[in-house]
């Protein structure tokens, strides 16, 4: 039996059944990405796959090859110190000229131009697929661990408004990080949920960058506020996935978990600690700690 045939597989079954190709993708930028890989690792004809691919993910298997490449190169040019050359060479391109106009063609910016500026908003226009959560949603979660959290004081960067700009945030916070030598090998990288996108206005939408610091590196230094995260009982949830694996974990804790747990909801925002970070490793294997604050 073929294992994509459409009419013996669930939607989900095939998504599943296709994610070890997203996967591959994700992990090989730079490696063989031939039709004929691609199609053996879901054991389908090359002469099908191509068809196929485009039939369940809605796009041309090309163009996402050239989009997730791209998508990982902008995540390298705006936050880590690698020279476009370097970088050109990590995603698949033999040369800094084609990698230059591939770029451009998707963003509409060059790629230095897109390191000192990035226009977050067209990148978000011309990326919309990755932030799309029905294309991955290969994370099986398990039971969290119900958890005594510390009270623990943290500096914080707030990014107010439009989700599509955050990273302009996630700039200033990594140049602030540096500046202090705050290395997220030493300090933990925490995320304060205050809303979700889905569900809030652009304009309301809020999310904290946040370290765990016991020393005061000046309040309202850089855009930094002081706060501490209260100590109390948390479910804590480890995720290994994308964005969307994580955020699918999220909804899976209210709308599954949390009403057959019996627990209760404290008035403090969900948080979450990322172990593990795209594009330093492939986005399917970075990690989240996810905390849930419970009531005693």
Not at 31 to 36: A, C, I
Not at 39 to 49: D, K, R
Request: charged share 20%.
């Amino acid at each position: 039996m073929d294992p994509l045939s459409e009419n013996t597989s669930s939607a989900g079954s095939r998504q599943r059944r296709l994610q070890p190709v997203l996967d591959w993708i994700d992990a090989h930028p730079d490696g063989d990405l031939r039709l004929e890989t691609l199609s053996a690792l879901v054991a389908v004809s090359p002469f099908h796959f191509h068809r196929l691919f485009k039939a369940w993910t809605g796009i041309a298997l090309h163009r996402y090859i050239r989009l997730s490449r791209l998508r990982r190169a902008s995540y390298q040019l705006a936050y880590r110190p690698l020279s476009v050359m370097q970088v050109a060479l990590d995603n698949g391109y033999q040369s800094p000229e084609a990698f230059a106009r591939e770029f451009r063609r998707d963003t509409g910016q060059s790629p230095s131009a897109f390191r000192h500026a990035p226009d977050w908003l067209s990148w978000n226009r011309s990326f919309r697929l990755f932030s799309e959560r029905s294309l991955h949603m290969s994370a099986v979660f398990a039971e969290p661990q119900l958890i005594a959290f510390p009270a623990t004081r943290i500096a914080c960067m707030s990014h107010l408004g439009d989700p599509a700009l955050i990273g302009q945030t996630i700039q200033r916070f990594i140049a602030w990080r540096k500046k202090h030598h705050l290395h997220p090998s030493r300090y933990a990288t925490l995320n304060i949920l205050y809303n979700d996108p889905d569900t809030v206005a652009a304009q309301d939408f809020r999310l904290d960058l946040a370290v765990p610091l016991d020393a005061d590196p000046g309040e309202g230094a850089d855009g930094i506020h002081l706060q501490t995260i209260p100590a109390g009982r948390c479910a804590k949830l480890l995720i290994t996935g994308r964005e969307q694996d994580l955020y699918a974990g999220l909804d899976w804790l209210y709308r599954t978990w949390l009403p057959a747990s019996g627990q209760q909801l404290r008035d403090f925002p969900l948080f979450v600690e990322r172990i593990r970070f795209f594009p330093d490793v492939p986005e399917h294997q970075s990690e989240f700690a996810v905390y849930l604050p419970l009531q005693d």
